[in-house]
């Protein structure tokens, strides 16, 4: 078998910390405790597949896969795609990722969300595909509204896609969220500000995609997501000092 | 490395409706199948066991928004894609307990690692995903290297489910008293 390097270890500048008083749900969900570091082993490096086939044609697109036949969910028309490439620029293939978001009004279709704006009754609000072998991965979605939460004060959430990646590794798992270009809500929100550092929210800022847009039909925003990859630059700077 | 990591944000209380659509109540999306609702397929040879728990906040109130995600090896101690069968498994816990049941085969260990099952852990106010490990009370445990690490005892028993009756309990605390120990995975 081939030995595998671990994965890098997630870089703490450019990721939040736990516990971030200013998104107050944070402040009672956050250990206190140091993360346990260990030597990771299989388990970690090796992780759950899914096959092409546990998705169907239509999983990638939000403006039919719940609606009625011949109907379409109402909004503002988009394409989101990109690439998932791991910390040196390997694609990430075959992978899958999973999308979840609120309508074009900014409900979400869940028993728990109360906010007045009506459901779209051809709005599911989900959607999944598995990368190719490029990594590439797109769908095509309505632009989600931004929202008010209860967070204590008059918070609203900029319009926002949440994307579940899976990688190849258990160690790479992960979700967050994508923001679009411009949008004045993203230096006001607790949770975007969850993270301290400004490139890497502007990482989590999708941009518009002239070049994929396509006349009279939809835009096309441009959205790369990158996971942790094998083999550390430690290793590689020790190699070019020997 | 010439790219730098996309930062993690919170699952937010709705990750049902991306991960696990029918629990969200998305009739018939995905066929009705949400994805994980089996760790393995019905003939994978193993000693059957269930494990059950809730998950909790740092005020003892139940976290009844996360959702778990399971990982491990099967009973020949092959992850799936080694050629071992599944072993991934993915559970919304109720909305009033926070309470989960997961039924599965005991994982074998492997080298000296106890058998184990692998947690990752999200829900709203969880800023990165959590991995802790369920390890069994009664199996060989002492050499294994991430319970070996851990001095208090206290802090130990978090990653030991215990026999309770017809299946295994294991609890998750966020914070507080009790609370998990979570791994820099
Ligand atoms: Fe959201």
Same mark, same amino acid.
């Given at each position: 078998m081939i030995k595998e390097k671990p994965f890098n270890r997630l870089d703490m500048s450019l990721q939040p910390q736990a516990?971030? @008083?200013?998104?107050?749900?944070?402040r009672l969900r956050s250990p206190m405790h140091k993360l346990l570091s260990f030597t990771p082993g299989q388990g970690e490096l090796l992780g759950p597949n899914f096959g092409h086939?546990?998705?169907? @044609? =239509?999983?990638?697109?939000?403006i039919i896969n719940y609606?009625? @036949?011949g109907e379409a969910a109402i909004g503002e028309q988009i394409m989101v795609h990109g690439y998932m490439l791991?910390?040196?620029?390997?694609p990430v293939s075959n992978s899958l990722l999973e999308f979840w978001q609120a309508n074009?009004?900014?409900?979400?279709?869940? =028993?728990?969300d109360g906010y007045l704006a009506p459901l779209d009754p =051809?709005?599911?609000?989900c959607g999944r595909t598995i990368t190719d072998g490029d990594g590439y991965y797109s769908l095509r979605t309505i632009r989600p509204g931004p929202y008010p939460w209860p967070n204590g004060g008059n918070d609203w959430r900029p319009a926002h896609i949440h994307f579940s990646c899976f990688g190849?590794?258990?160690?790479?798992r992960l979700i967050t969220q994508m923001y679009f270009e411009g949008d004045p809500h993203i230096p006001l929100c607790p949770i975007v500000q969850t993270i301290a550092n400004p490139t890497a929210i502007d990482r989590l800022t999708a941009r518009l995609d002239m070049a994929h847009t396509v006349p009279m039909n939809f835009r096309a925003f441009r959205f790369d997501i990158i996971l942790r990859g094998q083999g550390s630059t430690l290793f590689e700077n020790k190699l070019e000092g020997n | 490395m010439t790219r730098l990591q996309s930062a993690s944000q919170t699952a937010g209380p709705y990750v049902h409706i991306g991960c696990t659509p029918s629990f969200a109540g998305? +009739?018939?999306?995905?066929?009705?199948h949400d994805l994980g609702?089996?760790?393995? !397929? !019905? &003939?994978t040879s193993g000693l059957l066991i269930t494990i059950k728990g809730r998950i909790f906040d740092g005020d003892g109130k139940?976290?009844? &928004?996360a959702m778990l995600e399971f990982w491990q090896a099967d009973a020949s101690g092959q992850y799936a894609s080694q050629g071992? !069968? #599944?072993?991934w498994a993915r559970r919304a816990v &109720?909305? +009033?307990?926070?309470g989960y049941y997961l039924q599965t085969i005991l994982p074998a260990a492997i080298g000296e690692d106890a058998p184990h099952i692998k947690v990752w852990v999200v829900a709203r106010g969880i800023n990165l995903g959590l991995h802790t490990r369920i390890y069994f009370d009664?199996?060989?445990?002492? /050499? &294994?290297p991430v319970l070996t690490s851990i001095n208090d005892p206290v802090r130990k028993a978090t990653l030991i489910a215990i026999q309770d009756g017809e299946s295994y309990n294991f609890d998750i605390h966020? #914070?507080?008293? /009790?609370e998990t120990v979570f791994l820099n995975v």
């Open positions: 516990l971030t @008083p200013e998104y107050r749900s944070s086939d546990v998705i169907n @044609p =239509n999983d990638n697109d939000l609606a009625c @036949p791991d910390e040196n620029a390997r074009a009004g900014g409900r979400y279709r869940h =028993n728990k =051809n709005f599911g609000g190849t590794g258990w160690a790479q | 998305l +009739e018939n999306m995905y066929g009705g609702a089996e760790m393995f !397929s !019905s &003939d139940p976290v009844t &928004d071992g !069968s #599944q072993g &109720d909305a +009033e307990l926070a009664g199996q060989a445990n002492a /050499n &294994d966020l #914070q507080g008293e /009790n």
